[in-house]
């Protein structure tokens, strides 16, 4: 079963970067594209960015040019650089298949808190 791992979230304040890994177990980086999710308290998931086979990549409106989705299939991993932060990014953010409808299991997300 695949197994994916998010890493590198903590506790930032406003204007400031965090960069996130995500390092997933089998091949699916090879046949999917892949995609990084949050999830904030109280509100539903939603989907960040995304990222095709191609590395053609795709943003939500809030945090176009402020995140960038790279992949590196050779490594299993796909990353997030999150520049420029605000509070209202505060959530737990995960990595997972893109689509949504066709994700794996998902992992246990890491945590970024963007406070003063």
């Known amino acids: 079963q695949v197994q994916l791992v998010e890493s590198g979230g903590g506790l930032v304040q406003p204007g400031g970067s965090l960069r996130l890994s995500c390092a997933a177990s089998g091949s699916i980086f090879s046949i999917y594209a892949m995609g990084w999710y949050r999830q904030a308290p109280g509100k539903q998931r939603e989907l960040v960015a995304s990222i095709t086979r191609a590395l053609r990549t795709n943003y939500a409106d809030s945090v176009k040019g402020r995140f960038t989705i790279s992949r590196d299939n050779a490594k299993n991993t796909v990353y997030l650089q999150m520049n420029s932060l605000k509070p209202e990014d505060t959530a737990i953010y995960y990595c997972?298949?893109?689509?949504?409808?066709?994700?794996?299991?998902w992992g246990q997300g890491t945590q970024v808190t963007v406070s003063s």
């Open positions: 997972n298949i893109f689509p949504s409808t066709i994700a794996t299991k």
